[in-house]
């Protein structure tokens, strides 16, 4: 009896102190542990998202991330209040497990309204959220855990005691517009989110014009971003530069028809033109610009040559539809600047970025000439003065007019000089030209009398000949006006035709005889008169001295 009552005495105790020893780990030992482990915990915030802003509160969207958890698989157990930094707290009702791998982290979400304690306090975080370049957050909770299983106790109150540093706006320094358009606007975006990393947000907002001070510092604004350069702009929390219009402002020239007038003292011509001038409008459809005058000072380049420069002012502008304009000027010696009007008022631009490659329509080296014919008016002293009636064809839009120069009259077979054609004014508009040039034909010396002579018989024989009128540079080219450098390598080469009637109309003999010589047997004399009638041009006289 003794025994057995021993036996379940040892039995008691050894349950009693098995009992003691569970409660001992269980509530005294375990909660070190996990106190000592939670402690251990490290806590960083992957992202953060601030949204649907009121006077008190806000909706938190945060993604935790909790490393250095130890091996021993444990349950966070919601709802967790947290208190960040005495500004306000946010209620996590999601559990987050620990799965016990030390070299994994656990991760975390938060999607719950964050209420405000302390509005002084919120603005001061605010504040250092968008100025500051790190913001620490002291992040205070007592915690549920329940460790291993659901089978084990739950311990309440674990201080969860954690500092988070995560990086913040700072003063939003790293900001570029990728884009802009300075047209009309009719909505305003609110509530914009910027995301970790590279954030594209399409901002909107109007352009207004209050006093003369803003209105000078909007126009500026507006010539910069035609004109390609940048523009610094500085808010309460955003300093960027504006990007400039990505296109050329003038993105078409036309040349309708022009007027070139070479000057024959100095190196000057005088430009006549319509022009056609298509614009991209970078203030869109809705605020379209209306230009009124423009001054230009163009360099216009051949072949990556300077060949001159365009420079007048106040050339009226008109519009014929929203992005073509028209303007014509005359008799002018070709930075840019606009004078007209936008949405907010008028509008003055300088410096516009002109590089349009014009293709005009050239004379075509006058290739397309052709002589009718020539008549003889007289003489003049040893020379012959000669008419000759001829096409000259303009294939382009530039009307030329050459004025005190000649023409030297030459055979294109031998290049003989048979002659020369003084021109006071040659007039060129565009299209076919039947014009009658005026000169003398007479050689330069008695060796070229014979080609003369050969361009009168063959002209007389109804023989087509190639005759070449060409324009000789006779002073240095350093000195030479804008006329003589325009014409010097000018060369005209047309087909002369025969004249039309016959010179002979009709030959009789009137009598024949044939005599025979007595020494020499193969030789025999032939006498005859002839009656011959010859008919001439009205304006054509020539004296017969041997024939």
């Not at 855990?145 to 969860?160: G, K, T």
């Not at 230009?296 to 060949?307: C, D, T």
């Not at 300088?350 to 590089?355: A, G, R």
Request: glycine residues 4%.
């Amino acid at each position: 009896m003794r025994r057995n009552l021993f036996i379940i005495l040892c039995i008691a105790i050894i349950l009693l102190t098995i009992l003691i020893g569970v409660i001992i780990v269980f509530y005294a030992i375990v909660p070190v542990i996990v106190r000592s482990t939670i402690e251990k915990v490290e806590l960083s915030v992957r992202s953060i998202n601030i949204e649907d802003i009121e006077n008190d509160r806000f909706r938190l969207r945060a993604e935790s991330e909790l490393s250095r958890t130890g091996s021993i698989v444990a349950t966070i157990l919601a709802s967790l209040l947290v208190n960040v930094d005495n500004i306000g707290t946010v209620r996590n009702d999601k559990p987050i497990s620990i799965d016990g791998y030390p070299d994994l982290p656990t991760i975390g979400a938060v999607d719950s309204p964050f209420i405000v304690s302390d509005l002084e306090v919120f603005h001061k975080f605010s504040g250092s959220l968008i100025f500051e370049a790190n913001v620490p957050w002291h992040l205070t909770v007592k915690a549920s855990i329940q460790p291993i299983s659901s089978a084990m106790p739950i311990y309440f109150n674990i201080p969860f005691n954690k500092q988070v540093k995560h990086n913040a706006l700072n003063s939003l320094q790293n900001v570029s517009i990728k884009s802009i358009s300075l047209g009309y606007v009719e909505s305003i975006n609110n509530n914009t989110t910027p995301h970790p990393g590279i954030n594209a947000i399409p901002f909107s907002g109007e352009l207004q014009s209050k006093s003369s001070e803003s209105y000078n510092a909007l126009s500026t604004v507006i010539q910069n971003f035609i004109t390609r350069k940048t523009s610094d702009m500085e808010g309460s929390s955003l300093s960027v530069q504006i990007p400039s219009f990505g296109e050329q402002l003038i993105s078409l020239l036309i040349f309708k028809s022009m007027s070139l007038v070479p000057s024959t003292n100095r190196k000057q011509v005088t430009l006549s033109a319509l022009i056609i001038i298509q614009m991209n409008s970078p203030l869109g459809h809705r605020s379209p610009l209306n230009i009124q005058s423009m001054d230009m000072n163009v360099h216009l380049f051949y072949e990556e040559n300077s060949v001159g420069m365009l420079d007048f002012s106040q050339v009226p502008m008109q519009k014929l539809n929203e992005n073509t304009y028209q303007t014509q000027f005359t008799d002018k010696c070709l930075i840019l600047s606009d004078r007209g009007s936008f949405t907010l008022g008028s509008l003055s631009i300088s410096e516009i970025i002109v590089d349009n490659n014009i293709t005009l329509v050239g004379l075509a080296g006058l290739n397309n000439v052709r002589l009718h014919d020539i008549s003889v008016d007289g003489d003049e002293g040893t020379a012959l003065q000669l008419s000759i009636n001829m096409t000259i064809g303009n294939p382009g839009v530039t009307d030329i007019k050459l004025q005190n120069f000649t023409f030297n009259i030459v055979d294109s077979d031998n290049e003989t000089v048979l002659g020369q054609i003084p021109i006071n004014i040659l007039s060129l508009p565009s299209g076919n030209n039947i014009m009658t040039l005026t000169g003398l034909l007479a050689a330069l010396s008695e060796k070229d009398l014979p080609a003369v002579g050969k361009l009168f018989s063959a002209y007389l024989n109804i023989q087509t000949q190639s005759i070449t009128l060409f324009h000789e540079l006779s002073t240095n080219e350093h000195n030479a006006t804008a006329m003589n450098l325009t014409i010097s390598s000018l060369s005209v080469k047309s087909n002369l035709d025969g004249i039309e009637a016959k010179l002979i109309q009709r030959m009789e003999v009137l009598n024949f005889g044939i005599e025979f010589d007595s020494m020499i047997v193969n030789k025999v004399y032939i006498t005859s008169q002839l009656s011959v009638l010859f008919q001439l041009l009205s304006n054509v006289h020539m004296t017969f001295e041997e024939l």
